[in-house]
């Protein structure tokens, strides 16, 4: 990559010069970051702007800058750009930084309080959350997982099968009718998935509120994302792959399950992660299907249950003083940290069956 | 191979603690009652006395929907209903009026919370879910609109119908107009823009002051009631609780929540000038005072009420509203029947009325909550 | 004797391709069976929106693409898309100009440029970023960003209020507006367009960029020309992604934009609306009426979703000899 090329004694000392070009000393990015930070915070000051994000703003500018002019005056133009590059990378990891910490640290400033061992295990049946800092989210923790798991066992299998067909198989008009669909489910309003099976599966049908149908909007809300995101994965799996296999006279249908999963596992179990969390998230179906109560009902086929997300709209919104911001941030945490868990237990499990090698 | 090492440890550490907060959670309770509640809160898990509730022979799930507005109330009577009566459970799903009355009407839910009186369409859409009957109103909680500030330095405000139609429609834009000074003498007003804010959803909350501005405006606020906000210019927010918010921050703004809101954001309110000898104070008296001349408009067991905004009346605070269950007069469900007629009972009666008294409502007039008790006692 | 092992291992063998036969059927039909139910799913949806459109808009005296009010529920039902249409294309775009550059940036900086040591960690805190409620963005937002908002609005109105569309008419009012949301969205897209692409960019085939290093690139130049293009169709599919939910997103939109019926270009101006915060608003009030005429505007944000992701589909079509798969 770098020209280390070892000149010998005979070389002619212009073409050493020519080969081994200048370059900047290896601290010369975190230097200019840190003069641009310096300068920035200082033309901030001095112009009297509130907003930090001003400064930050500033800074970044000025480090692009210099170290493009810098490198560029020593280092030659190629150089130059592949510098301006790798710092515009960085510049762009530090954007994405600031506000995803922020918000982090937010949420766990404000939630932490709350948690404590009576909070996750108690409901809040008989508590007046308006008057009393009681109760708690046990009953909400029960819903979620249950619905979350019930609308996962319906969506990932039929989202990856459907994936798996318009890659492998999918041709001609079916295919394409597939793909047309999956494409505008992705923009559908929650509000319209939870309308649907309320006016089908509760209204139509005449089934009871319940865990489940809450799951069944929330399948619908998953199955376009775990389709579009798994079909970008098995298509990246190379054809030799595929070649290979048939060559050895192994059957497409064992190809696919033992070559071309185990090869995209990592970015299916990301996608379908990235869709659990999404329907983990989900208020307004879950309002309308799964009813919120407050009490346990381990059973989702039958009556109201209530949902981590319903839980902290109610809170918020209705309860409106410090008891109820205190829960709603509390079960907020607790619902971030249980996406959080689930998605290492994913990664775990896509870890130990993929195949090994390779990044 | 060392980082690989230390991923799985990482990994590892994760599952660790989702295995255990499950199991940790697993042994989950409902009971809320044996719990010390700490110090001050007076009000705590157990609230009211169970002692005066009297339970339905059978238990049983009851379901209703509805009002946003009225939630906190319900939520004070379930607990004290449930833990009462432990074998009726209750849930209410606070979703708004609209899609409670739609539920009621395709018969999901067993009563519906609503901000306003059922429509005649509405009317006729029940005689499908309640065999022989119709649904009608029960007035059940009784609130008011107070109309809150935020400017620096005054804490004594004074409004009236047109100003407050002007102030909301842009056509008063600044603090210190002489219309609202000539209101407030003595109270230095600043030349600032006036910041006035409102609910972004469709509510009930904005229904009644709409309906207030339009009756006691003096023709100045040109729109009819409505849930949703039809005045000129001036900013939204989602929910009392934004509102209440937004009114916190932003400087020289106004806005109507609901008085609770007012109380616990602790937000100044504004005194209506009514045409009283003196202006009325936004409180839960002034506010009964009101709701004990509403007269009821509803026909046959309907008691649909309609609530005079532009009263005159010493001491009648005249943005009061009333919110209603609606239950069907004939053909309910029977096997929820006799908890809905227990728990309704229980609502209307002394007890119940007092008890949402301290979250900020209004508790009904003795007189219109015997006429409800009637209507309660011959629901079949 | 020596007949048996022949015979038997032809017997395997054509036993084998028996059930390796029959094993692909059921695969095949399994796999297809799962499109067509998919497919009877979204177009019953598609299907449920289209009637109930049809029943409001029937009965709406404006004209239902430029009127500007929403009152489907008035005495003179009257309701219209043209604010909602604008609010929702601007924010969307906002959000996608701010949010696809830096995904991109992070997830080459989590693929090819950052120490391990970093990359894995910063990883998760992306994964997790996906994960949190948008009611808890929304509150973030009202109660954090806009607040820091502040200085960078009225900056970008003295600077660039010439532009018009960066002129903010109004002062001393919070910053609830349009191009407020678009940057929350930004931020919340950003997860997901970053895990998709991340994913995409880790699958580019090592040989590709060891071919370029060794013809002398420097590393932008390897990325750009082994890495990128190899990406592009998944950074564009992971784009599409994120814009389904910056196009759908209800509960931060409606919690931190202050919402009216006014189309106005001033993004720094509050006011405007979306479709998905305009169904959620008025929904739980809705008349019969109401929800169906909140249906038709739910079915328009199908259209423009399909438009979007069509114009999408053609791009990646037209790269497709970088697609390891037949299809």
Redesign the interface.
């Given at each position: 990559m770098s020209s280390t090329a070892t000149i010998t004694d005979a070389t002619p000392p212009q073409l050493g010069h020519r080969l081994t070009a200048a370059r900047l000393p290896r601290w010369a990015p975190a230097a200019t970051a840190a003069a641009s930070i310096a300068v920035g915070c200082g033309i901030g000051a001095a112009a009297g702007l509130e907003s930090h994000v001003q400064w930050g703003l500033i800074s970044a500018l000025l480090f692009l800058v210099v170290s493009y002019t810098l490198s560029a005056s020593v280092e030659g133009r190629r150089q130059a750009r592949d510098r301006f590059a790798t710092s515009l990378v960085w510049v762009s990891f530090v954007c994405a930084v600031v506000p995803l910490v922020s918000l982090t640290f937010y949420t766990v400033q404000q939630g932490i309080d709350a948690i404590s061992p009576e909070f996750l295990t108690h409901s809040m049946k008989g508590v007046v959350a308006t008057l009393s800092p009681d109760g708690g989210i046990y009953h909400a923790i029960i819903g979620t997982i249950e619905q979350v798991l019930l609308a996962t066992l319906i969506a990932a299998p039929i989202g990856l099968l459907t994936a798996v067909y318009l890659v492998e198989y999918g041709r001609g008009r079916l295919a394409s009718a597939v793909t047309f669909f999956v494409d505008v489910m992705t923009g559908v309003p929650s509000v319209v998935a939870g309308l649907f099976i309320l006016s089908l599966w509760n209204i139509a049908l005449g089934f009871e509120y319940s865990g489940f149908s809450g799951s069944l909007a929330l399948a619908i809300l998953m199955m376009p994302v775990v389709v579009r995101s798994t079909e970008e994965m098995l298509k990246l799996v190379p054809n030799e792959l595929r070649e290979a296999s048939y060559a050895l006279g192994v059957p497409r249908w064992k190809t696919i399950l033992r070559i071309v999963i185990p090869t995209a596992i990592g970015g299916i179990t990301t996608g379908v992660m990235l869709a659990v969390a999404r329907i983990t998230g989900e208020t307004a179906p879950v309002m309308m299907l799964v009813f919120g109560a407050d009490f346990i009902n381990s059973d989702p086929f039958n009556g109201p249950q209530q949902s981590l997300p319903l839980y902290i709209w109610q809170q918020y919104s209705q309860i409106n003083n410090d008891f109820g911001y205190q829960r709603a941030w509390g079960a907020a945490l607790v619902l971030i940290a249980f996406v959080m868990g689930l998605n290492l237990v994913a990664r775990a499990i896509a870890r130990w069956r993929s195949p090994k090698g390779g990044h | 191979m060392n980082l690989r090492n230390g991923r799985s440890k990482a990994l590892a550490i994760g599952a660790v603690a989702l295995v255990s907060t499950l199991s940790l959670s697993a042994c989950g309770t409902d009971d809320n009652t044996s719990k010390t509640t700490s110090g001050s809160s007076t009000g705590g898990s157990t609230a009211a006395a169970p002692a005066k509730i009297a339970c339905a022979d059978k238990g049983g799930q009851l379901l209703g929907a509805g009002s946003t507005a009225q939630a906190p109330a319900i939520d004070v009577w379930k607990a004290a209903y449930s833990a009462a009566c432990s074998s009726a459970t209750l849930t209410y799903s606070g979703g708004g009026s609209g899609a409670g009355v739609t539920q009621f009407n395709q018969g999901k839910v067993a009563f519906a919370g609503s901000d306003s009186a059922l429509k005649a369409t509405e009317v006729d859409a029940s005689k499908a879910v309640c065999t022989g009957g119709q649904a009608i109103d029960l007035p059940m909680v009784g609130g008011l609109v107070s109309i809150v500030f935020n400017i620096e330095g005054v804490d004594k405000l004074v409004v009236d119908g047109p100003t407050l139609a002007k102030i909301f429609d842009s056509q008063i834009t600044k603090w210190n107009d002489p219309a609202i000074a000539a209101l407030n003498p003595g109270v230095n007003l600043p030349a600032a823009d006036i910041q006035a804010i409102h609910r972004s959803e469709d509510s009930g909350t904005t229904a009644n002051l709409t309906g207030y501005l339009a009756k006691a405006g003096g023709g100045n606020w040109k729109y009819p009631a409505a849930k949703s906000w039809a005045g000129q210019g001036g900013q939204s927010a989602n929910g009392s609780a934004g509102v209440a918010a937004l009114v916190k921050q932003t400087k020289n703004s106004i806005s109507y929540v609901e008085l609770s809101y007012a109380q616990t954001n602790k937000l100044n309110s504004a005194a209506i000038n009514t045409g009283a000898s003196k202006p009325v104070e936004a409180t839960a008296a002034n506010a009964a005072a009101t709701l004990a001349s509403a007269k009821v408009v509803g026909t046959g067991a309907d008691l649909a009420l309609d609530i005079d905004y532009a009263t005159k009346a010493e001491g009648n605070y005249p943005i009061t509203l009333v919110t209603y269950e609606i239950v069907c007069d004939k053909g309910n469900k029977a096997d929820t029947l006799p908890v809905l007629k227990s728990f309704l009972n229980y609502t209307v009666s002394d007890a119940g009325q007092q008890a949402i008294g301290a979250v900020g409502y209004v508790p009904l007039p003795a007189e219109l909550a015997g006429k409800v008790k009637t209507q309660i006692d011959a629901l079949a | 004797m020596t007949s048996a092992p022949p015979a038997d291992a032809r017997g395997r063998a054509r036993r084998s391709r028996g059930d390796?036969?029959r094993?692909?059927n059921?695969?095949?039909n399994?796999?297809?069976?799962?499109?067509?139910?998919?497919?009877v799913?979204?177009?019953?949806?598609?299907g449920?929106?289209a009637y109930r459109s049809l029943l409001a808009l029937g009965k709406n005296e404006g004209n239902f693409l430029t009127t500007f009010e929403?009152?489907p529920?008035?005495?003179k039902p009257v309701f219209g898309i043209a604010v909602l249409t604008f609010g929702t294309l601007v924010s969307a775009f906002i959000a996608m100009v701010i949010a696809v550059?830096?995904?991109?940036?992070?997830a080459?900086?989590i693929s090819h440029?950052?120490p391990?040591r970093i990359a894995?960690p910063?990883a998760?805190?992306?994964?997790?970023?996906?994960?949190?409620?948008?009611?808890?963005?929304g509150?973030?937002g009202?109660?954090?960003?806009v607040?820091?908002?502040?200085?960078?609005t009225s900056?970008m109105d003295q600077y660039l209020g010439w532009t018009y569309v960066f002129d903010q008419s109004?002062t001393?009012?919070?910053p609830?507006n349009l191009f407020t949301v678009g940057i929350l969205l930004a931020?919340m897209v950003?997860?997901?367009i970053?895990?998709?692409t991340r994913?995409?960019f880790?699958?580019v085939?090592?040989m590709h960029e060891e071919a370029a290093?060794a013809l002398g690139a420097?590393?932008?130049?390897m990325?750009r020309t082994a890495v990128l293009p190899f990406g592009r169709?998944?950074i564009i599919?992971?784009s599409?992604?994120g814009?389904?939910?910056a196009?759908?997103e209800?509960?931060a939109v409606?919690?931190v934009?202050?919402?009216?019926s006014v189309l106005s270009l001033h993004l720094l101006d509050?006011g405007g609306g979306t479709?998905?915060q305009n169904?959620?608003?008025?929904?739980?009030?809705?008349?019969?009426l109401?929800?169906d005429a909140l249906?038709a505007s739910?079915l328009v944000?199908?259209v423009?979703?399909?438009l979007v992701?069509?114009a999408a589909?053609m791009i990646i079509a037209r790269r497709k000899e970088y697609?390891?798969?037949?299809?």
């Open positions: - | - | 390796s036969r094993g692909d059921v695969f095949f399994l796999s297809r069976g799962s499109g067509v139910l998919l497919l799913v979204m177009a019953a949806i598609a449920f929106l929403w009152t529920d008035a005495t550059p830096i995904a991109v940036g992070i080459l900086f440029y950052a391990r894995q910063f998760y805190l992306v994964d997790l970023l996906a994960a949190v409620p948008s009611i808890v963005y509150l973030w009202v109660l954090f960003l607040p820091h908002m502040d200085g960078l900056w109004s001393g009012v919070p609830r931020i950003l997860p997901i970053t895990a998709v994913e995409v880790r699958q085939p090592r290093l420097t590393r932008w130049e990325i169709p998944g599919s992971a599409m992604l814009l389904g939910r196009l759908g209800t509960i409606a919690t934009l202050s919402t009216n509050p479709f998905a169904i959620a608003l008025k929904f739980s009030e809705a008349q019969p109401g929800r249906m739910g944000l199908f423009i979703t399909l992701n069509g589909r697609s390891g798969a037949a299809a």
